[in-house]
């Protein structure tokens, strides 16, 4: 008769061959049985890594402060500025300065800004990782302003890179347009922490720097 240490390994490793061949019979791999995930569960992890990068987003977004008698418009003035003195139309926004609607039609449906922030890995080692908001982007465009013309909507389908950004590309569409340029010529680093603002190893994703 088997020691007692035996007996029980017998018996663990008889259950484990029922247990593949039940899995088998029912047509269930192995990986599906054994990492099966819980929808609802893992909607709640994105739910709070997306909360997670809204703390770096809004720190970035505050970036600068008001500033008076920097704009000839006194409408503009009143306004919180960047350090260069453009407007920060995204603190304007956080701060309730302003209440953008989404159309000039006063009878079209108001649609609530969509809360997704996108998590985007610069490629340069030493520099921040990138949150992309779509908040404060669909307070003023709808998705048709950027998907699929400029962005397509697939993770890992925009080579982005600053060089094409700088030529008008991707974001560069409106930054250094109508929105806050990415950088200047006499500062290359100028509003770099308006998107950079997620360290290297914080960022909750695979990185490969």
């Known amino acids: ?9 017998f018996t663990f490793c008889f259950g ?19 990492y099966e995930k819980d929808e609802k569960e893992e909607a709640l992890s994105k739910t709070a890594t997306s909360d997670y990068y809204e703390s770096f987003y809004r720190m970035g977004a505050r970036y600068g402060g008001a ?29 309730g300065y302003i209440k953008p609607r989404g159309s000039l039609d006063p009878d079209a ?15 340069v080692p030493l520099m921040h990782n990138v949150i992309f908001p779509h908040s404060i982007h669909t307070y003023w465009l709808g998705c048709g302003a950027c998907h699929p013309g400029i962005f397509i909507p697939e993770a890992g389908a925009n080579q982005i890179s600053m060089n094409g950004i700088f030529e008008g590309k991707w974001c560069g569409r409106c930054h250094g347009k ?25 960022s909750r994703e695979p990185e490969r720097w």
């Open 1 to 9: 008769m088997p020691r007692r240490g035996g007996w029980w390994a």
């Open 16 to 34: 484990c061959l029922g247990l593949l061949l039940l899995l088998v019979g029912c047509n269930i791999s192995v990986e599906e049985f054994l």
């Open 67 to 95: 500033q008076e008698g920097t704009n000839p418009l006194p409408a503009l003035d009143a306004l919180p500025k960047d350090p260069y003195g453009n407007v920060n139309w995204t603190a304007a926004v956080l701060e």
């Open 109 to 123: 449906e108001e649609e609530l800004p969509l809360e997704l922030n996108v998590f985007i890995e610069a490629k």
């Open 178 to 202: 109508v929105a806050f340029p990415p950088g200047i010529p006499e500062d290359p680093k100028g509003n770099c922490n308006r998107c950079h603002v997620i360290p290297k190893g914080q």
